[in-house]
């Protein structure tokens, strides 16, 4: 049976934000990736290019996210659909923190505005 327990999840750390993997390909998700996005209270997130549709659900917090140059302030229970080619960012300036579970599928490429593009491990 494919569980995966919390004692396996891996996690990464990147731009301020904690990345905690739960299903990917190195947990044996041949097609779909999971994780826990935690972003601690007054982060500012990196902008990035998504090279497939994700899918970020609000538990807690009150994070702004900027998706393709539109602003929103979510609240916990709030889903974001970021589509295939946008730009997004998840800002944290409030004094709590904010957690998220996110969704895509396997294979997710991000581009920074410099052009760096960066295959997360939990995403890959």
């Known amino acids: 049976m494919p569980v995966i327990r919390s004692t396996q999840t891996t996690v990464h750390e990147i731009h301020g934000a904690r990345f905690t993997a739960h299903a990917n390909p190195a947990t ?3 097609e779909l990736c999971a994780w826990r996005l ?3 209270a007054g982060t500012s ?3 990035h290019t998504v090279s497939r549709e994700e899918i970020v659900h609000l538990l807690a917090g009150a994070p ?3 998706l393709d ?6 609240a916990p229970g709030d889903t974001v659909i970021v589509p295939t080619g946008s730009s997004f960012c998840i800002d944290n300036p409030g004094d709590l923190p904010a957690t998220a579970w996110v969704t895509t599928s396997v ?3 991000a581009t920074l505005a410099d052009g ?5 491990p939990w995403a890959n």
């Open 28 to 30: 044996g998700s041949a």
């Open 38 to 40: 935690d972003v601690p």
């Open 45 to 47: 997130g990196t902008a």
């Open 64 to 66: 702004d996210v900027l």
């Open 69 to 74: 140059g539109e602003r929103s302030t979510l």
């Open 107 to 109: 294979g997710l490429e």
């Open 116 to 120: 760096t593009v960066i295959a997360p």
